[in-house]
């Protein structure tokens, strides 16, 4: 099953967008296929994830588990601020980001 693609908006000086067109027609490209493909190798070059291969079925499945932590997220902070509790919701998005940021440092050193 082929991934569903979603558009999302980045905005390129003229000069950018010419060094990009010019960058994927040199790699017989569409420009914008060119700069997802760069940006995902960037990204997997940041996180050390080059010699992962994730299924399109492993793809899906960290999409939709994604999409629904967000929305849980999401929900459990509007049910806070009505609650008059916004600081709660606040320290714990700092505790989960301190969590992970631990988490992926010491991946980083095995």
Same mark, same amino acid.
């Given at each position: %099953?082929?991934?569903?693609?979603?558009?999302?908006?980045?905005?390129?000086? =003229?000069?950018?967008?010419? &060094?990009? &067109?010019?960058?994927? =027609?040199?790699?017989? %490209?569409?420009?914008?296929?060119?700069?997802?493909? &760069?940006?995902?190798?960037?990204?997997?070059?940041?996180?050390?994830?080059?010699?992962?291969?994730?299924?399109?079925?492993?793809?899906?499945?960290?999409?939709?588990?994604?999409?629904?932590?967000?929305?849980?997220?999401?929900?459990?902070?509007?049910?806070?601020?009505?609650?008059?509790? =916004?600081?709660?919701?606040?320290?714990?998005?700092?505790?989960?980001?301190?969590?992970?940021?631990?988490?992926?440092?010491?991946?980083?050193? &095995?």
């Amino acid at each position: %099953m082929p991934l569903k693609r979603h558009p999302h908006s980045i905005r390129f000086s =003229q000069e950018e967008w010419d &060094t990009v &067109t010019r960058a994927a =027609q040199a790699n017989v %490209m569409a420009p914008g296929e060119y700069v997802r493909e &760069t940006a995902v190798r960037a990204a997997a070059e940041t996180w050390d994830l080059s010699e992962v291969h994730l299924t399109p079925e492993l793809i899906a499945l960290i999409s939709k588990t994604f999409r629904g932590v967000h929305l849980l997220a999401y929900l459990k902070r509007e049910e806070l601020a009505v609650a008059g509790k =916004q600081n709660r919701f606040k320290r714990a998005a700092a505790a989960a980001k301190t969590a992970l940021d631990q988490a992926m440092s010491k991946s980083d050193s &095995t």
